[in-house]
Nanobody, 118 residues
Framework: QVQLVESGGGLVQPGGSLRLSCAAS????????????MGWYRQVPGKSRELVAG???????YYPLSAKGRFTISKDNSKSTVYLRMVDLEPDDTAVYYC????????WGQGTQVTVSS
């Protein structure tokens, strides 16, 4: 059983930045975390969850147009942790942010709330 714990969210003004973290309690499977493609997703009430950044097992990152140039995903395999650096935040970025494995997700964590407001 893999647990995902997201953190780092908060209230930030438009134009501000945040760095989110996602720690995977992967224990016996730590050695294979490096092979996992991981993604950051966000969800607002009434809408489906959307992918905002992905990173493959070999470290290649990709982003949707809405996030390109503003979001940066990275992965520390030694810590089984995935990060999302967000800059130039906009009110439309307000959402609960989650991380999970791409393709075959684990049980979803509780997420971390990001609120962009003046």
């Amino acid at each position: 059983q893999v647990q995902l714990v997201e953190s780092g969210g908060g209230l930030v003004q438009p134009g501000g930045s945040l760095r989110l973290s996602c720690a995977a309690s992967i224990n016996d499977f730590r050695d294979i975390f490096s092979t996992y493609g991981m993604g950051w997703y966000r969800q607002v009430p009434g809408k489906s969850r959307e992918l905002v950044a992905g990173i493959t097992g070999d470290g290649s990152a990709y982003y949707p147009l809405s996030a390109k140039g503003r979001f940066t995903i990275s992965k520390d395999n030694s810590k089984s942790t995935v990060y999302l650096r967000m800059v130039d935040l906009e009110p439309d970025d307000t959402a609960v942010y989650y991380c999970n494995r791409l393709r075959i997700p684990f049980t979803w964590g509780q997420g971390t709330q990001v609120t962009v407001s003046s």
